[in-house]
């Protein structure tokens, strides 16, 4: 067995690792930029923990990856995280622009089927399965968007407008492919059991 998947199943089972560590820092940061953005309307502040949240999610990935940290835990933790924060950034987003709503209902949708298909993936094929490249691309024009209508707080409508109208799209892309496959995952899981 190669020193990869030594280190890999040495943490695959751990609960305190690093990545996991950050995560559940950014779970701490949710009710922060809450009350700043709506309590406080202190956007600059908002925006900085916002910034900070999606930093340590880079980071989060980049040592789970790098230094062999991933972790079963991690794998549901991460995204978990980072749909939570989305959706409260959203709903404080929703108070001053309204269209905002949108990409959250959308987001709702989208997590829902996800976590449903996805659990009955777990069941069936017994492994967890970490986020594909459109899941990462959908996170960063998300992150991308709220950061700019919160420094932004006048944004024009138009410009508003086209970054949630490309939110939705990459959204539903994303929602679709994640759809089919988990579908694919179970065709396989099934056909592997006949056999």
Known sequence: MSQYHSEENTYQHKIFTIPNLLSAFRLLLIPIFIWLYCA???YGWTTFV?????????????????????????????????????????????????????????????????????????????????????????????????????????IPPMISNLLIALCTFMMLLSLVLYFIRNLKLLKEASQSSVK
């Open 40 to 42: 406080k309307q202190a």
């Open 50 to 154: 916002l910034i900070l949240s999606g930093l340590t999610d880079i980071v989060d990935g980049y040592v789970a990856r790098h230094f062999h940290m991933v972790s079963d835990l991690g794998k549901m933790l991460d995204p978990v995280a980072d749909k939570l924060t989305q959706g409260a950034m959203l709903f404080c987003l929703m108070t001053v622009f309204p269209f905002m709503i949108v990409p959250f209902i959308l987001l709702i949708v989208k997590e829902t089927i996800a976590a449903i298909t996805g659990l009955i993936v777990i069941k069936k094929t017994g492994c967890v399965y970490g986020a594909v490249w459109h899941g990462k691309v959908t996170t960063c024009l998300l992150y991308a968007t709220m950061i700019m209508h919160v420094i932004w707080y006048r």
